[in-house]
Nanobody
């Protein structure tokens, strides 16, 4: 098992930037996919971005060109650089690690992002 701890959330004005960090309690080298989801008030949790062990990333359409996901396997860290934030990005952001055998996802406790207009 792995424990994930997110940090870096906060209050920012529209147009601003934040960098979220996800610290893993053990090596993330074996987790082929890691990424971020978010959940806004009254809405379902939705995928934001994911990154494979080789470094290639996938993004939801609503963050393409604004968010960048990265991972540092040596430091057991995953990051989400968020630029050009808008109020619709307000949500709790969750980091996850996807294990393949057996298949299951591990989740952090989330970090709150609030974007004011």
């Amino acid at each position: 098992q792995v424990q994930l701890v997110e940090s870096g959330g906060g209050l920012v004005q529209a147009g601003g930037s934040l960098r979220l960090s996800c610290a893993a309690s053990r090596s993330i080298f074996g987790y082929n996919v890691m990424g971020w989801y978010r959940q806004a008030p009254g809405k379902q949790r939705e995928p934001v971005a994911s990154i494979f062990s080789g470094g290639s990333g996938n993004y939801a359409d609503f963050v393409k060109g604004r968010f960048t996901i990265s991972r540092d396997n040596a430091k057991n860290m995953v990051y989400l650089q968020m630029d050009s934030l808008n109020p619709e990005d307000t949500a709790v952001y969750y980091c996850y690690a996807r294990d393949a055998n057996p298949p299951r996802d591990y989740w952090g406790q989330g970090t709150q992002v609030i974007v004011s207009s």
